[in-house]
């Protein structure tokens, strides 16, 4: 979170039914230790393949994952930063494709200010959409996109800020 010099890990709890959670961390000013909020949960149910991504037009951290609760659909949750405490939406999760993924991958389009989802259902495609952050801590999405049905084994994604691109590797 650059708008408040914060961290934010998202992770998989798996001391607690793997759960995904989120975790605030800040740097203490000589660079030497990071102080540590309390875990929140993003998902109460066990969560796969988590990414991340935080978007400076609002201030907001959107995370990705497959929701092995909902047959691993790819899911997502918003929320931001307060002090070192974190609160994601009232809705809770919602499910962006019901279908199982595999993979998934995360960036922030910084030239069009969207969020970028990228998976590997497993139907061995490649598919994408991106999306807005609203102040209300949801997204407006647009349409999914196949990018590739060559049977990728995984997926990595980058956005390239110099040529307002995102690159896809499978």
Do not use: M
């Not at 995904?20 to 875990?39: H, L, Q, Y």
């Not at 307060?82 to 994601?88: M, Y």
């Not at 809770?92 to 970028?116: C, E, F, M």
Request: charged share 15%; net charge negative; proline share 2%.
């Amino acid at each position: 979170d650059t708008q408040n010099d914060k961290i934010v890990v998202t992770y998989c709890d798996y001391n607690d039914s793997s759960k995904g959670k989120c975790v605030v961390g800040e740097v203490n000013s000589t660079g030497d230790s990071i102080t540590f909020g309390t875990p929140a949960d993003f998902n109460a149910a066990d969560t796969r393949y988590i990414t991340s991504v935080f978007s400076p037009s609002n201030n907001k951290v959107v995370v990705a994952f497959a929701n092995n609760g909902n047959s691993d659909a790819l899911t997502y949750n918003v929320g931001q930063c307060n002090g070192l405490s974190f609160s994601w939406y009232s809705g809770g999760p919602t499910t962006l494709y019901s279908n199982a993924i595999q993979w998934n991958a995360l960036i922030y389009d910084s030239h069009r200010q969207k969020v970028v989802f990228i998976w590997n259902n497993q139907g061995n495609e490649i598919r994408s959409c991106t999306g807005v952050v609203n102040s209300n801590n949801t997204l407006t999405l647009g349409s999914t996109v196949e990018i590739t049905s060559d049977n990728p084994a995984t997926l990595g994604a980058v956005y390239y800020t110099s040529e307002s691109k995102t690159v896809v590797v499978f």
